[in-house]
C-alpha cells in the first residue's frame, strides 16, 4: 500500500473541504512571508542609504524628518539653512566631511537634488553613459529616472517647484541638459535627478538679480546662499558625543544621528509589522484547526475502510501513518501555495511602491527565515492529524466490521 497515493485519493475525495483547508493555510504563510520580504528589503535598503552617514543637519524641527527628506528623500525638508552656518560645520574639526543637499524642486515627481560630485561617490556609483556636471544647469539622472522618462544623453527638461506630485510652477527659464546616466545601484540615487546646487540656486535666481547663471557663486552674496541639509561624516568617534550638541545649542540649525532615527522608525513600524503577524499566525492556528476537524469527521466516515486495510493486512502503525500523511500533505499543499502567494503579493506591492516612487521592493527575494515559516506550517498539519490518526491507530477491526 503506498501512503502517499492512498492519502491523496483521500483528499481529492473531499475536494472542497481540501481547498478550503489548503487556502486558510495558504493565507497565513502568504501573509508572514510578505512581512518577511517586505520588513527585510525595507530594512537592507534603508540601512543601505544611510551607511557612511554619521549625522544629518537641517533646519528646527523633526529629527525623524530631517532624516527622511535628506537621506531617504521620501518626506519635505523642514526648511533651509544659511551657508555661513553650514561652512562653519564643514571646518569644524570634528567633522572629516560634509556633502551639502540642496533641495526644493522636482521633474515628474522625482527629487531634484543639487549637491557635490562627493555625493555620487559616497555610494560608489557608477556613470553608466555620459559624464557628471561640470557647471550649473547640467543633470545627471539615476537609473530609475532615466528609465521611467526615457531621456537620454542631451535631453532637457525643466524643474518645477515642490516635492510631490502636486508640484508648483515649472521653472521653465532654466532649463536642465541631461549629461549623464548613473547606472542601477539599488540606493536612493537611482531615483533622483542630480546636479550642482549651483543649479538649485540658479533656477532661482529671479529672487537675487542674476544675470550670469555660470558666474552664479560669485555674484550671489553669502546671505542669499542657503542648503536644505548637510551630509555629515565624523573625524572621530568623540564627534558623536559633542557635534550633535554643540549644533542644536549653539546654531539655529538641528543635528539628527540616522542611526537613532532609523531604529525609532523600525520600531514604530514594528508595532504594526507585530500585528500582522500574530494575524497571520492565527490564521495559520486556524487551519490548523480546521484540518484537525476535517480529518476527525472524516475518520469516522473511513472506519470501515480502514478496517478493512487491516484485514489486508495493513499494519495499526501504517493506519497511523496514513492520516499523519494526509495533514502533511493538506499542509505542504497549503505552504507552497502560501509561498508562491506571498512571493506574488510581495512584487506586487513592489510595483506599486516603485510607481509611487518609494523604497523598492522585489518578490524576486529570498529569506533563510521563509524555511521556519514552512516548517511551522508543515508542523501545524503534523499536529493537527495527531488525534485522528491515533484513533486510526487504535481502530477495533472486529467491532467495526461487526457494525458495517
Known sequence: MNIASVSFSYLRARPLGTLLNVLLLALGVATIILLLLATDQFE??????????????????????IILSAI??????????????????????LVKKVIPLALGDSYRSFRIVGTTQDYVAHYGAKVGAGRLWDK??????????????????????SGAHGLGDRTGDAHEGHPYVVVGILERTGTVLDRLVLTSHQSVW???????????VADIEKQMKDEEK??????????????AAILPRYINNNSDMQAAVPAY???????????????????????????????????????????YDLAIMRTLGATRGRLLLLLLCEGLLLAAMGAVLGLVLGHGLT???????????????????????ELWVVALALGV???AALLPAWRAYRTDIAGTLARG
Open 202 to 212: 540658479a533656477v532661482h535666481a529671479e529672487h537675487h538679480d542674476i544675470k550670469d
Open 226 to 239: 542657503e542648503f536644505t541639509a548637510l551630509l555629515v561624516q565624523y573625524a572621530s568617534p568623540l564627534a
Open 72 to 93: 531617504y528623500h521620501l518626506d519635505v525638508p523642514t526648511g533651509n539653512i544659511a551657508y555661513k552656518q553650514a561652512q562653519e560645520i564643514a571646518r569644524h574639526r
Open 44 to 65: 537592507e535598503r534603508m540601512q543601505r542609504d544611510a551607511r557612511g552617514i554619521d549625522l544629518v543637519v537641517g533646519a528646527k524641527g523633526s529629527p525623524l524628518q
Open 136 to 157: 550649473p544647469l547640467e543633470a545627471v539622472l539615476g537609473a530609475e529616472v532615466a528609465a521611467r522618462t526615457g531621456h537620454g544623453l542631451g535631453a532637457t527638461f
Open 347 to 369: 512584487e506586487v506591492l513592489g510595483r506599486a511602491l516603485q510607481a509611487a516612487q518609494q523604497v523598492e521592493v522585489t518578490g524576486w527575494a529570498w529569506v533563510p527565515a
Open 261 to 303: 532615527e532609523t531604529a525609532r522608525l523600525f520600531t514604530i513600524v514594528g508595532v504594526g509589522v507585530d500585528v500582522l503577524r500574530g494575524f497571520a499566525l492565527v490564521l495559520m492556528l486556524s487551519a490548523g484547526l480546521s484540518v484537525f476537524i476535517a480529518l476527525y469527521n472524516a475518520l469516522n466516515d473511513r472506519r
Open 381 to 383: 498539519g503534523v499536529l
